[in-house]
C-alpha cells in the first residue's frame, strides 16, 4: 500500500506534493512555483509564509496549545471575540468559536432556534435559503445548500430549505433587468414565507456573493435591504453566511457593509484564519444573545476544539495583519484593476460568457454560445480543463458551479490573497491568458 491517505481526486498520482509557500505563490517538491490565484478555497487571504503568524503560533505553542472551553476561557479567545467584534459592523458583539464554516452555518442555525426557543416560541425551527447557494458540507449546512450536486446523493437525508432563486443576474430567472427589475428574486422570499407560515420559519440565510455554486455572484443592491426587510416583517431572523467573503474579501470587513445591511447572525470562516490554522465562528447580534443570556446562558452547540487558543492566537494575528498593513481599503482598486483586465480578456475569447464579482472575489463563467449563453456540455468539463490548463502553466484558479440549477454551467472564481501587488496582479492575467489560449486550441482542435 504506496498511500492510505484519502485525497481528492481519490489515488490521484499525479497530485503535486507541497513544498512551501511565500506571499502569493507556492512552490511544490519538484520546484515548480504557482501563483495562488484562487487563495486555495478562497482562504489564504494574507499569502503564504508570513512571519507575523509564524511568531504568534510560536508564542501560543510556548504557553498552551489546549484547553476544554467549559473548564478554561484563554486570553487569545477573549482578545479575538473583541477583535472581531471590533472590527465588524453594528452590535454584532457576540462570537460563538468552531474549526470550519460548516459548523459556523450549523451553529448559525442552532443560535437562531434556540432564539425563538428562548423567547417561547417552539415552531419556528425551519432555516430557508436560496438555490444556487453553499453553505458547507455537514448535513445541516448541505440541507440550507442550494448546490444540486454536492445534494444530489443524500437528498433523502436533507431538509427542503432552499426556496428562493438567486439573484443571477447574468441568467435571470425571470428574464428581467436590474435595476429595473426592482429585485424581483428577492420579492420572491414574501411568498416562499407566506406559503410556508412565518410560524415555521426561524432564519433565512444568504451568502452576499455566491461562491462556490455560483461563481461569485453578486446581489444587485437593493436586495439585501429587501431581503431584510422582509424577514423583518415576518419575525424572521436573517443570517449572512460570509464564511467566504468575511475578513475583506469584497473590499469591506463584512460584505454586508456593502448593502447597508447589518445581518442578525454571521457566520465567519476562511479568512478568519487565512488558512494558517482551522478557525470559524458563527457572530450575533445583542438582539440574538440577549434571549439566550436571560434563559439558557448557553449556546447550544459546541465542538472539543472550539475556541482551541492556538486557533484563537493565529486568528487574531491573522486580523491584526489586516489592520496593520491596511489590507482591506486596498481590496476595491486591486479588484477593480483585476477586474479590468479580465475584461479585456472577455473580448479576446469567445467562450467567456460573464465576468462579475465584488472586490477580490471575481468570477468568469464560460459558455459555449456568448451571444445565447449556451452552456457546454457536462461532458465537455470545461471548468475541469481550464483549472487543469492554468495548473499546468503555474496559476491556481477556483472551480465553481454556474447555471441555474448552480450545476450545470461552467465558471472559476478568481480570488487571489487581498495581499496581491498590481505587477502580480498583471502576471496572474498573463498565465490566465495563456491558460485560454490553450483551452481555445483545445477547443477548435475538438471541432
Ligand atoms: N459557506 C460558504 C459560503 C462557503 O464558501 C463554504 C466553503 N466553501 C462553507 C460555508 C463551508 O466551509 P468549510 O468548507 O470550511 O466547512
Known amino acids: 500500500m504506496e498511500r492510505t491517505y484519502l485525497i481528492k481526486p481519490l489515488l490521484?498520482?499525479?497530485?503535486?506534493?507541497?513544498?512551501?509557500?511565500?506571499?502569493?505563490?507556492?512552490?511544490?517538491?519538484?520546484?515548480?512555483?504557482?501563483?495562488?490565484?484562487?487563495?486555495?478555497?478562497?482562504?489564504?487571504?494574507?499569502?503564504?509564509?508570513?512571519?507575523?503568524?509564524?511568531?504568534a503560533?510560536?508564542?501560543?505553542?510556548?504557553?498552551?496549545?489546549?484547553?476544554?472551553?467549559?473548564?478554561?476561557?484563554?486570553?487569545?479567545?477573549?482578545?479575538?471575540?473583541?477583535?472581531?467584534?471590533?472590527?465588524?459592523?453594528?452590535?454584532?458583539?457576540?462570537?460563538?468559536?468552531?474549526?470550519?464554516?460548516?459548523?459556523?452555518?450549523?451553529?448559525a442555525m442552532k443560535m437562531a432556534?434556540?432564539?425563538?426557543?428562548?423567547?417561547?416560541?417552539?415552531?419556528?425551527?425551519?432555516?430557508?435559503?436560496?438555490?444556487?447557494?453553499?453553505?458547507?458540507?455537514?448535513?445541516?449546512?448541505?440541507?440550507?445548500?442550494?448546490?444540486?450536486g454536492r445534494r444530489a446523493r443524500f437528498v433523502s437525508l436533507l431538509e427542503d430549505f432552499p426556496v428562493i432563486n438567486p439573484p443571477y443576474c447574468y441568467r435571470c430567472p425571470y428574464g428581467l433587468e436590474s435595476p429595473s427589475c426592482g429585485s424581483a428574486c428577492a420579492?420572491?422570499?414574501e411568498l416562499a414565507i407566506k406559503r410556508i407560515g412565518a410560524d415555521h420559519i426561524a432564519a433565512f440565510i444568504a451568502e452576499p456573493v455566491i461562491g462556490a455554486a455560483g461563481g461569485a455572484i453578486a446581489a444587485p443592491k437593493?436586495?439585501?435591504?429587501?431581503?431584510?426587510?422582509?424577514?423583518?416583517?415576518?419575525?424572521?431572523?436573517?443570517?449572512?453566511?460570509?464564511?467566504?467573503?468575511?475578513?475583506?474579501?469584497?473590499g469591506s470587513m463584512l460584505a454586508m457593509e456593502q448593502w447597508d445591511v447589518i445581518p442578525d447572525i454571521v457566520a465567519l470562516g476562511k479568512g478568519m484564519g487565512a488558512g494558517y490554522a482551522p478557525i470559524a465562528a458563527a457572530l450575533a447580534s445583542e438582539k440574538v444573545i440577549e434571549p439566550i443570556l436571560a434563559g439558557t446562558k448557553v449556546v447550544m452547540s459546541g465542538h472539543t476544539l472550539s475556541a482551541n487558543p492556538q486557533s484563537c492566537a493565529v486568528s487574531l494575528a491573522?486580523?491584526?495583519?489586516?489592520?496593520?498593513?491596511?489590507?482591506?481599503?486596498?481590496?476595491?482598486?486591486?479588484?477593480?484593476?483585476?477586474k479590468?483586465?479580465?475584461?479585456?480578456?472577455?473580448?479576446?475569447?469567445?467562450?467567456?460568457?460573464?465576468?462579475?464579482?465584488?472586490?477580490?472575489?471575481?468570477?468568469v463563467e464560460f459558455v459555449e454560445d456568448a451571444a445565447t449563453k449556451t452552456p457546454f456540455s457536462r461532458k465537455a468539463m470545461v471548468t475541469q480543463k481550464?483549472?487543469?490548463?492554468?495548473?499546468?502553466?503555474?496559476?491556481?484558479?477556483?472551480?465553481?458551479?454556474?447555471?441555474?440549477?448552480?450545476?450545470?454551467?461552467?465558471?472559476?472564481?478568481?480570488?487571489?490573497?487581498?495581499?496581491?501587488?498590481?505587477?502580480?496582479?498583471n502576471e496572474l492575467v498573463l498565465l490566465l491568458t495563456d491558460s485560454f489560449e490553450a483551452f481555445s486550441k483545445q477547443l477548435k482542435s475538438d471541432d
Open 12 to 55: 490521484d498520482e499525479t497530485l503535486p506534493m507541497i513544498d512551501h509557500g511565500k506571499g502569493v505563490y507556492l512552490y511544490d517538491t519538484e520546484g515548480k512555483k504557482y501563483l495562488d490565484g484562487s487563495s486555495g478555497a478562497v482562504t489564504a487571504n494574507i499569502g503564504h509564509g508570513v512571519s507575523d503568524i509564524i511568531e
Open 57 to 107: 503560533m510560536q508564542e501560543q505553542a510556548k504557553k498552551v496549545s489546549f484547553v476544554y472551553r467549559s473548564q478554561f476561557t484563554s486570553e487569545s479567545a477573549e482578545k479575538l471575540a473583541k477583535k472581531v467584534a471590533e472590527m465588524t459592523p453594528g452590535d454584532l458583539n457576540w462570537c460563538f468559536f468552531v474549526n470550519s464554516g460548516s459548523e459556523a452555518v450549523e451553529t
Open 113 to 148: 432556534i434556540q432564539y425563538w426557543q428562548e423567547k417561547g416560541i417552539h415552531t419556528k425551527t425551519k432555516v430557508l435559503s436560496r438555490w444556487v447557494s453553499y453553505h458547507g458540507i455537514t448535513l445541516g449546512a448541505l440541507s440550507l445548500s442550494g448546490h444540486t
Open 187 to 189: 420579492q420572491e422570499l
Open 222 to 250: 437593493d436586495y439585501f435591504k429587501i431581503i431584510k426587510k422582509i424577514c423583518e416583517d415576518h419575525d424572521i431572523l436573517f443570517i449572512a453566511d460570509e464564511v467566504m467573503t468575511g475578513f475583506g474579501r469584497t
Open 318 to 338: 491573522v486580523l491584526e495583519y489586516l489592520e496593520k498593513n491596511k489590507i482591506v481599503s486596498q481590496v476595491e482598486s486591486k479588484g477593480d484593476y483585476l
Open 340 to 363: 479590468s483586465l479580465l475584461l479585456q480578456l472577455k473580448n479576446q475569447f469567445s467562450f467567456i460568457g460573464d465576468i462579475r464579482g465584488k472586490g477580490l472575489m471575481l468570477g
Open 386 to 425: 481550464i483549472i487543469a490548463l492554468a495548473k499546468e502553466k503555474g496559476l491556481l484558479v477556483y472551480p465553481a458551479g454556474a447555471g441555474i440549477d448552480g450545476v450545470n454551467g461552467d465558471s472559476i472564481i478568481i480570488s487571489p490573497p487581498l495581499t496581491i501587488t498590481k505587477d502580480e496582479i
